[in-house]
């Protein structure tokens, strides 16, 4: 009798994961990724949320960048309020400059700490914080694998399990 109920417990739960990743993927679909930043020239998916100044999301892009010629990242970057106005003044640098990808390596890598930024005001950022509603993002780094339906919280070396790096956060 109990191994009856487990079986049907076990059979409950992997029904309910796989009705999750496809609520996920069903979620992607309507997120604006033509409105995120864009980088990487490879095959592999990855969607993330960052935020200039957080130390987790430059760690996660630490390894990240590294592999760009095996990945297609799109990335929503997310101003903290409570982090003051020279991290609104990142994002805004980052979404709006001409050359996005470049801004968001300089900001994650640490060359913006300290200077004085005075950005151009974009309504892309906008996208990016309705992106942020929709998925009901609670911190950063958040990550979402598109194909797998798998949304992985915070700087988890997870992330690279699933895209077939072999690393981790250093």
Same mark, same amino acid.
């Given at each position: 009798?109990?191994?009856?109920?487990?079986?049907?417990?076990?059979?409950? =739960?992997?029904?309910?994961?796989? =009705?999750?990743?496809?609520?996920?993927?069903?979620? &992607?679909?309507?997120?604006?990724?033509?409105?995120?930043?864009?980088?990487?020239? @490879?095959?592999? !998916?990855?969607?993330?949320? &960052?935020?200039? %100044?957080?130390?987790?999301?430059?760690?996660?892009?630490? #390894?990240?960048?590294?592999?760009?010629?095996?990945?297609?990242?799109?990335?929503?970057?997310? *101003?903290?309020?409570?982090? /003051? !106005?020279?991290?609104?003044?990142?994002?805004?640098?980052?979404?709006?400059?001409?050359?996005?990808?470049?801004? =968001?390596?300089?900001? =994650? #890598?640490?060359?913006?700490? %300290?200077? #004085?930024?005075? *950005?151009?005001?974009? +309504?892309?950022?906008?996208?990016?914080? +309705?992106?942020?509603?929709? &998925? @009901?993002?609670? /911190? &950063?780094?958040?990550?979402?694998?598109?194909? $797998?339906?798998?949304?992985? $919280?915070?700087?988890? *070396?997870?992330?690279? $399990?699933?895209? /077939?790096?072999? #690393?981790?956060?250093?």
């Amino acid at each position: 009798m109990f191994r009856a109920i487990g079986f049907l417990i076990a059979s409950f =739960l992997f029904s309910f994961a796989s =009705l999750y990743e496809e609520f996920i993927k069903q979620q &992607v679909k309507e997120l604006p990724l033509d409105k995120a930043v864009i980088t990487g020239k @490879g095959n592999k !998916e990855l969607i993330i949320f &960052v935020n200039p %100044d957080c130390p987790h999301c430059r760690k996660e892009w630490k #390894t990240l960048r590294k592999y760009l010629d095996r990945l297609k990242l799109y990335v929503f970057v997310i *101003p903290f309020k409570a982090w /003051g !106005e020279e991290n609104l003044k990142k994002a805004y640098y980052i979404v709006c400059s001409q050359n996005p990808a470049k801004a =968001l390596d300089e900001a =994650l #890598t640490g060359q913006l700490d %300290d200077k #004085t930024l005075n *950005p151009e005001k974009c +309504k892309k950022l906008e996208y990016h914080l +309705k992106a942020a509603e929709m &998925v @009901g993002l609670r /911190g &950063v780094p958040l990550n979402i694998l598109p194909k $797998e339906g798998k949304i992985i $919280e915070g700087a988890n *070396p997870k992330v690279f $399990e699933y895209l /077939g790096i072999k #690393t981790h956060l250093e």
